[in-house]
């Protein structure tokens, strides 16, 4: 279920997954909903302020937090709990807002009130170092989804690291994605990737 502010319920229809993004699309029986406006996380830069809202420890509703963009363009793997894989986040988005377990799913913001990511992970061990997922980079997945009713995602068949310049002088490797699995019958099978 759903709750909103005001105490209304609403019962969760159809979840939708999309694991490389780390991204839940929830079907709710309730139309007409107000929404929210998205920004554009590729102009952001280091110093802006950011606000982060989020269910915090999984008891907090709504609880908010503010802090800056500490970073854009990091690679964090996201440790999956409960069973899950962990997930690979190629360009998130770093602030120092305060994240805990039970903000991920939630909003960044920026001053103007605008989505500018969703925030999904936190360092364990460290102070005010949080992740969330540009909202550019699900722009295209919403986008799809309002016109397909499902995510849709390409799929090449492969397991792949990226090779960033500071390993690439370490380990003497050029700059890039590094294959690391190649799965059978897969578009990436046919051609010998």
């Known amino acids: 279920s759903v709750v909103l502010k005001d105490g209304t319920t609403y019962e ?6 999309d ?7 929830l079907e709710v029986t309730a139309r007409g909903l107000p929404t929210v406006t998205l920004g554009d996380s590729d102009n952001l830069k280091v110093g802006q ?13 709504n609880t908010v937090t ?13 440790s999956g709990g409960f069973g899950t894989q962990p997930t690979v986040q190629e360009n998130a988005i770093q602030t120092d807002a305060a994240l ?3 903000n991920s799913g ?18 364990i061990g460290a102070d005010n170092i949080s992740f969330a997922v540009p909202v550019n980079t699900l722009k295209p997945l919403l986008e799809v ?31 890039g994605a590094y ?8 578009a990436a099978a046919e051609p010998g990737l």
């Not at 503010?66 to 996201?78: E, H, K, L, N, P």
């Not at 939630?106 to 360092?123: F, H, M, S």
């Open 49 to 61: 302020k950011a606000i982060a809202i989020g269910n915090a420890l999984g008891r907090f509703q």
């Open 145 to 175: 989804f309002a016109e397909e009713g499902r995510i849709i995602r390409p799929y090449i068949g492969i397991s792949y690291t990226m090779i960033t310049q500071e390993i690439s002088s370490l380990r003497d490797m050029p700059v």
């Open 100 to 102: 805990n377990p039970g």
């Open 179 to 186: 294959i690391s699995t190649l799965f059978p019958h897969t």
């Open 106 to 123: 939630g909003p960044l913001l920026n001053l103007a009130g605008q989505v500018i990511g969703i925030n999904v992970a936190t360092t």
């Open 12 to 17: 969760v229809e159809k979840i939708h997954l």
């Open 19 to 25: 694991p490389i993004s780390d991204l839940a699309i």
């Open 66 to 78: 503010m802090g800056v963009i500490s970073g854009i363009g990091r690679q964090v793997v996201a």
